[in-house]
């Protein structure tokens, strides 16, 4: 508990401002008893959104949960989405492709991971910035002969780069790339494989081209 640059902590969890029963929630298994429950948190200036995993495979959506520390906590949605994956459900969600929207990664109780769409708009400025979400950049023709054109859909004003690398990782091309239609001459290199990996400040991905003439 505490506030930002003045954290609260005291060991006792039954020592205001600490509880031992956060909103009062119970997210166990009845047939067992037990369960481990699994958090996710949102929040802006408008919102704070809670997202709980546990036992039984679906996931609890709630709202302002803030407000209901010390008291009953209910959720918007007991089975959001219609969530379930059969077992401790562990969620966490972000702005994964900066469409706007928050996405949904849970992991699983074998192992695995699946991937929701929400219909929850993020707060503009909290978007994760991405430049290579869907329609931002096209690599062509694969396979190439001597050139690739590299097309960067992007408004944001941020700096790209690319660079070029055999398949034992050595770096052959290093430069900027631009808004528009980028033509990227490749004639010096032998026919084979190569990576082009495309990178903005925050973000990076990695093609496979083929040269080939």
């Not at 190439?144 to 055999?166: A, H, L, Q, V």
Request: hydrophobic share 30%; no cysteine.
């Amino acid at each position: 508990m505490g506030k930002e640059r003045n954290p609260d902590f005291i060991n006792d969890p039954f020592t205001a401002p600490n509880t031992p029963f956060f909103g009062k929630l119970i997210l166990s298994n009845f047939s067992t008893s037990v369960s481990n429950t699994h958090l996710s948190v949102y929040s802006d200036d408008d919102d704070e959104l809670l997202f709980a995993g546990y036992k039984a495979g679906n996931i609890n959506f709630y709202k302002n949960f803030s407000n209901h520390v010390y008291d009953n906590l209910n959720p918007e949605n007991e089975e959001y989405l219609d969530i379930d994956v059969g077992s401790n459900s562990a969620p966490a969600v972000a702005d994964i492709d900066g469409d706007g929207y928050l996405e949904m990664l849970i992991g699983t109780k074998l192992g695995g991971l699946e991937f929701y769409n929400t219909d929850i708009k993020v707060k503009d400025g909290l978007s994760t910035y991405n430049p290579f979400s869907k329609g931002k950049i096209d690599i062509y023709p694969n396979p190439f002969k001597d050139e690739i054109m590299i097309d960067i859909n992007d408004d944001s004003g941020k700096s790209i780069n690319y660079s070029i690398y055999n398949t034992v990782g050595s770096l052959l091309i290093k430069n900027k790339l631009y808004k528009g239609n980028n033509k990227i001459k490749l004639n010096m290199l032998r026919n084979g494989v190569y990576f082009i990996k495309v990178s903005s400040e925050t973000n990076y991905k990695t093609f496979k081209i083929i040269k080939s003439n």
